[in-house]
Nanobody
Framework: QVQLVESGGGLVQAGGSLRLSCAASGTIFSINRMGWYRQAPGKQRELVAAITTSGSTNYADFVKGQFTISRDNAKKTISLQMDSLKPEDTAVYYC???????????????WGQGTQVTVSS
């Protein structure tokens, strides 16, 4: 069984910063792409940033230059440094990972439980 656990959400004023972290654990053979998504009330879940095993990154246009994704392959973790936060960044942020389970040798798309980020104006 594979598990993703996020941490680091909370309430911050506009212009402030937060750092989200996500740790993967369980019957992991390998982890491919990892990323962060967010879902605001009444909106669809959207990609924020993603990172490959080699460190290549992909950012949504709305966070370029504002957020930074990083990864520690040895610790099976990713982080999202969020700076200059705006009220429109308010959402539940989800960790996502493409993982091969050693029990089945199959790849699967895995999600964390989500962490709330609220930016006040």
């Amino acid at each position: 069984q594979v598990q993703l656990v996020e941490s680091g959400g909370g309430l911050v004023q506009a212009g402030g910063s937060l750092r989200l972290s996500c740790a993967a654990s369980g019957t992991i053979f390998s982890i491919n792409r990892m990323g962060w998504y967010r879902q605001a009330p009444g909106k669809q879940r959207e990609l924020v940033a993603a990172i490959t095993t080699s460190g290549s990154t992909n950012y949504a246009d709305f966070v370029k230059g504002q957020f930074t994704i990083s990864r520690d392959n040895a610790k099976k973790t990713i982080s999202l440094q969020m700076d200059s936060l705006k009220p429109e960044d308010t959402a539940v942020y989800y960790c996502n990972a493409d993982i091969v389970d050693w029990r089945t040798t199959r790849r699967s798309d895995n999600w964390g439980q989500g962490t709330q980020v609220t930016v006040s104006s």
